[in-house]
Each structure stands twice: as structure tokens, then as C-alpha cells.
């Protein structure tokens, strides 16, 4: 079956400008995270979806970050007045319920420049 | 808190040879532990996962894990190590359905 998918899987913004991160789970999985790998930091986690649970922020860097997730589905990731620090790839992930909930799936992740 | 320590961030070994890459978690309740590979310019796959049954943990691609709640290790094992193991191998530690703590992750170079 299809995995996670995330679209851009490449993103070129200048410094100020605000982007937008999509990810598609996969079909049926009630959870969705968001996680940031960058070669000063390693791979953070950013935020967390569970079904029409409130979301677990703790992850996110600043204020210019933002998420939210549309009928428990589609997510999409919110970088506002981007600044050269976010230049980073954008790994989503979903986990289904039952006996696999502990298993996360990633996506191929989306590469932002912010020049 | 959770956390996890990565020992060495490159490993080379030859073709053939044993790979042993190693990881130490730190958890204040029972943890979930996993190791995912990343090859270049993709996303993360999971190897193999440890949730509270067996110790020795079998993965894909000959790869296996023991949980050593002694010595809070979880290490990655193969006996034999092919051209194509070579990848990015990430620890990680959670409590069941919650986020992943990553470690700093292992790069493993395979010579012919």
C-alpha cells in the first residue's frame, strides 16, 4: 500500500517568507508527528497528532511554528517569517491503532533552504 | 525523561564482518526502543522494535537487537555485513505511542 507522502520534497525560500509542509499519512493511521533533522541538532521531534486529541506542541522551536491536521488526516506544517536556522529536513510520520501503535512510518521528508 | 546515547558516530567494518553498533537509553519507565536505518536522501525505516516481549529482537535484513536492562544497552547487531548495509542507523527510545527520542545516530561505511 502507499506510505507516507509529503510534498514539497524540496523547498527553496528566501529569509522572511512563510512556507507550508504537507504530509499525507497513511490511509487509517490515527497519529501523525512532525520531526526536524538538521545536522547541528540531530533529528527533534516537533509536534504530535492523535486522533481528536489536543496536539502535543512541546516539540516546536518557536511561535513561527505551526501545524494543525484536517479531519484526522492531512497535515501541514507552518513556518512563518522563516530565518536561516529552519534550513532543515521535515520528516512526517503516522502510526496506526491497535497492536502496531507503537511503530512509526516516515515519509521521505521535505528539504527547506531559506536563504 | 527519556534519552539515548549513540556510541561512535562512524563505523567501518570490511564486507563479511560482524557489525555491532551501539546504543544506551536512559527511561524512568519501561521503554519502547527501536533502530531505523536512513539511506542517503531518504527517509527512515524501521529495522526492528523492542515493546516488552522478547529480548532478542529479529529485524529485517539480518539485523537484530538484545535488550539488556542490566547494563540499559540495545544494541544492533549482523553477523556478516553486506555493501548495501551502508546507511545511517538511528537509535530511538519512546513510551509506547509517544513521540521518539533520537539518538545522534551511526554512519556504517562497508569496504569491499
Known amino acids: 500500500g502507499a506510505g507516507v507522502s509529503q510534498s514539497p520534497s524540496n523547498k527553496v525560500t528566501e529569509k522572511g517568507k512563510d512556507v507550508e509542509l504537507r504530509c499525507d499519512p497513511i490511509?487509517?493511521?490515527?497519529?501523525l508527528y512532525w520531526y526536524r533533522q538538521s545536522l547541528g541538532q540531530g533529528l527533534e521531534f516537533l509536534i504530535y497528532?492523535?486522533?481528536?486529541?489536543?496536539?502535543?506542541k512541546s516539540g516546536l522551536p518557536s511561535d513561527r511554528f505551526s501545524a494543525e491536521r484536517t479531519g484526522g488526516s492531512v497535515s501541514t506544517l507552518t513556518i512563518q517569517r522563516t530565518q536561516q536556522e529552519d534550513s532543515a529536513v521535515y520528516l512526517c510520520?503516522?502510526?496506526?491503532?491497535?497492536?502496531?501503535?507503537?511503530?512509526?512510518?516516515f515519509g521521505p521528508g521535505t528539504r527547506l533552504t531559506v536563504l | 525523561a527519556q534519552s539515548v546515547t549513540q556510541l561512535g558516530s562512524h563505523v567501518s567494518v570490511s564486507e563479511g564482518a560482524l557489525v555491532l553498533l551501539r546504543c544506551n537509553y536512559s527511561?524512568?519507565?519501561?521503554?519502547?526502543l527501536f533502530w531505523y536505518v536512513q539511506y542517503p536522501n531518504q527517509g527512515l525505516q524501521l529495522l526492528l522494535k523492542?515493546?516488552?516481549?522478547?529480548?532478542l529482537v529479529k529485524g529485517i535484513n539480518g539485523f537484530e537487537a538484545e535488550f539488556k536492562k542490566s547494563e540499559t544497552s540495545f544494541h544492533l547487531t549482523k553477523p556478516s555485513a553486506h555493501m548495501s548495509d551502508a546507511a545511517e542507523y538511528f537509535c530511538?527510545?519512546?513510551?509506547?505511542?509517544?513521540?521518539?527520542?533520537f539518538g545522534t545516530g551511526t554512519r556504517l561505511q562497508v569496504f569491499p
Open positions: 510520520a503516522s502510526s496506526p491503532a491497535g497492536a502496531d501503535t507503537d511503530t512509526q512510518y
Open positions: 490511509s487509517g493511521h490515527t497519529a
Open positions: 497528532f492523535q486522533g481528536n486529541s489536543a496536539p502535543d
Open positions: 527511561s524512568s519507565v519501561p521503554p519502547y
Open positions: 523492542y515493546t516488552s516481549a522478547a529480548t
Open positions: 530511538a527510545v519512546s513510551v509506547r505511542t509517544d513521540k521518539l527520542i
